[in-house]
């Protein structure tokens, strides 16, 4: 059963903890994402990584790290320096050369900090 | 920034009618995507069309590009109460060396049975 599995879904911390949010994938896919996404809103770009231990800065990186040391997995951590940390993450995975960069995506952690 | 706006922000149609979704963009594009989105889960691939296709059908899914107005529209026909959910164009935009997929902000679509 080929797929993205994100967990925990739900996710509850205390302000100025960081926490880890686990993304895999056996899809065999190079390229890995992962999206924030708030209240009616779209999906905003928080890193990305094209190979294994590559990754680059999306458009709101800002109090977030990532490492990508296996091609299976893509973890995501939530720093204290996040400001807003609370929202919905996407994990997703493409496979590029084929032209298209369609994504394929888990089912998200919604994550709440108070 | 986003490339993709939808519109209109919010749909509210009954069963077996159609559901017309629409999407503007600002560069130009190789291809652009729609997904669908369930309440509280990952985005889900619909339909792939690309820059020279002007049309294309899946199912109950017609969707239109328009290059040179820069917009694309997705229309459901014969809408049924499980198609309620959010629905995204998505297209590539080139930045840092590496193209990047870039959604919009999507429309919310309320099938009433």
């Known amino acids: 059963d080929g797929g993205i599995t994100q967990s925990p879904k739900y996710l509850f911390r205390k302000e100025g903890q960081n926490v880890t949010l686990s993304c895999e994938q056996n899809l065999n896919h190079d390229a890995m994402y992962w999206y924030r996404q708030d209240p009616g809103q779209g999906l905003r770009l928080i890193y990305y990584?094209?190979?294994?231990?590559?990754?680059q800065k999306g458009d709101i990186a800002e109090g977030y790290s990532v490492s990508r040391e296996k091609k299976e997995s893509f973890p995501l951590t939530v720093t204290s320096a996040q400001k807003n940390p609370t929202a919905f993450y996407l994990c997703a995975s493409s496979k590029p050369g084929t032209g298209s960069y369609e994504q394929y995506f888990g089912p998200g952690t919604r994550l709440t900090v108070t | 920034s986003q490339q993709g706006e939808e519109d209109p922000q919010a749909l509210s149609i009954q069963e077996g009618e159609n559901a017309t979704m629409n999407c503007s963009y600002k560069t130009s594009i190789n291809n652009l995507q729609w997904y669908r989105q369930n309440s509280g889960r990952g985005l889900v691939h619909l339909i792939l069309i690309r820059s020279n296709e002007r049309e294309k059908h899946s199912g109950r899914l017609r969707v239109t590009l328009d290059t040179s107005k820069k917009s694309s529209s997705l229309l459901i026909t014969a809408s049924r109460a499980a198609d309620t959910a959010s629905y995204f164009c998505a297209t590539v935009r080139y930045s840092g060396g590496y193209n990047k997929l870039i959604f919009g902000a999507g429309t919310r679509l309320a099938v009433h049975p």
């Open positions: 990584s094209q190979i294994v231990n590559d990754f």
